[in-house]
């Protein structure tokens, strides 16, 4: 993909023809200009391999407040990837399940950066990265502000096992080696990093400096400067360094 152009009619692809496993490779930088509409649906998750090359892409703009799975990529699938891609300037509005990078994914997103604006309009799930991770998330980052309602963070709202329809078994997910400097507010379950880390789920190496708040004024809001709230979940070698972590409600 060399043109915003091209990158557009790849997403048709996707979501018009269902090729959903088409690989996609960046050759330069792009600008992206009007409505975006994210690759890949709850129904036909993208689970091709997004290669950014290390190049940037300017302007991502989505405004969806009625709409669920928004990012770059709606739903990235079981064995998709998105790697090397940095967002700048970014102004993503969503329902459930927002994020920069992708509203929700089941499979890999690495080496990536989110600079702008995310909003989760709906009641759950927003990420500077990704809204929801049932897969691995690592070496990704996130700056600006991440708004949502319940479960918000810098990173991912969610992190929580997949679970394997052949084994009956869950997969454990993990989001590691990753830092946001995002300003994070929400309702409850709102972290600097992560929103709310699940049972089998990891959370390693990663740390926060922006500011934490939680506007739940009835009840436990938890809140924290890496985990908003943590449900069995292993957190490791994580901190927050800087930044104000503020509760209007009891916790």
């Given at each position: 993909?060399?043109?915003?152009?091209?990158?557009?009619?790849?997403?048709?692809?996707?979501?018009?023809?269902g090729?959903t496993?088409?690989?996609?490779?960046?050759?330069?930088?792009?600008?992206?200009?009007?409505?975006?509409?994210?690759?890949?649906?709850?129904?036909?998750?993208?689970?091709?391999?997004?290669?950014?090359?290390?190049?940037?892409?300017?302007?991502?703009?989505?405004?969806?407040?009625?709409?669920?799975?928004?990012?770059?990529?709606?739903?990235?699938?079981?064995?998709?990837?998105?790697?090397?891609?940095?967002?700048?300037?970014?102004?993503?509005?969503?329902?459930?399940?927002?994020?920069?990078?992708?509203?929700?994914?089941?499979?890999?997103?690495?080496?990536?950066?989110?600079?702008?604006?995310?909003?989760?309009?709906?009641?759950?799930?927003?990420?500077?990265?990704?809204?929801?991770?049932?897969?691995?998330?690592?070496?990704?980052?996130?700056?600006g502000?991440?708004?949502?309602?319940?479960?918000?963070?810098?990173?991912?709202?969610?992190?929580?096992?997949?679970?394997?329809?052949?084994?009956?078994?869950?997969?454990?997910?993990?989001?590691?080696?990753?830092?946001?400097?995002?300003?994070?507010?929400?309702?409850?379950?709102?972290?600097?990093?992560?929103?709310?880390?699940?049972?089998?789920?990891?959370?390693?190496?990663?740390?926060?400096?922006?500011?934490?708040?939680?506007?739940?004024?009835?009840?436990?809001?938890?809140?924290?400067?890496?985990?908003?709230?943590?449900?069995?979940?292993?957190?490791?070698?994580?901190?927050?360094?800087?930044?104000?972590?503020?509760?209007?409600?009891?916790?």
């Amino acid at each position: 993909v060399t043109t915003a152009d091209g990158l557009k009619n790849v997403a048709k692809l996707v979501n018009e023809e269902g090729k959903t496993d088409i690989n996609i490779t960046l050759d330069t930088d792009l600008t992206l200009t009007g409505e975006w509409t994210p690759i890949g649906t709850e129904s036909q998750p993208y689970t091709g391999t997004f290669d950014g090359g290390n190049h940037t892409i300017t302007g991502l703009k989505i405004d969806q407040s009625g709409t669920d799975n928004v990012g770059l990529i709606g739903r990235l699938g079981s064995g998709g990837k998105v790697q090397d891609v940095t967002l700048t300037e970014v102004n993503v509005t969503g329902g459930t399940y927002v994020g920069g990078i992708a509203g929700q994914t089941d499979g890999t997103v690495e080496n990536c950066s989110v600079n702008g604006t995310v909003t989760g309009k709906g009641f759950t799930d927003t990420g500077g990265i990704a809204g929801s991770n049932y897969g691995t998330i690592s070496g990704c980052s996130a700056e600006g502000t991440v708004t949502g309602s319940v479960n918000v963070g810098g990173i991912s709202g969610l992190c929580v096992p997949n679970y394997d329809t052949g084994t009956g078994s869950l997969i454990g997910s993990t989001i590691e080696g990753c830092h946001s400097t995002a300003a994070v507010s929400g309702i409850s379950s709102v972290g600097g990093v992560l929103g709310n880390l699940g049972n089998n789920s990891f959370l390693m190496a990663c740390y926060s400096t922006g500011n934490v708040t939680a506007t739940l004024t009835d009840g436990y809001a938890n809140v924290g400067g890496v985990v908003g709230i943590n449900s069995q979940g292993t957190v490791t070698g994580c901190y927050h360094a800087t930044g104000e972590i503020t509760s209007l409600g009891r916790g």
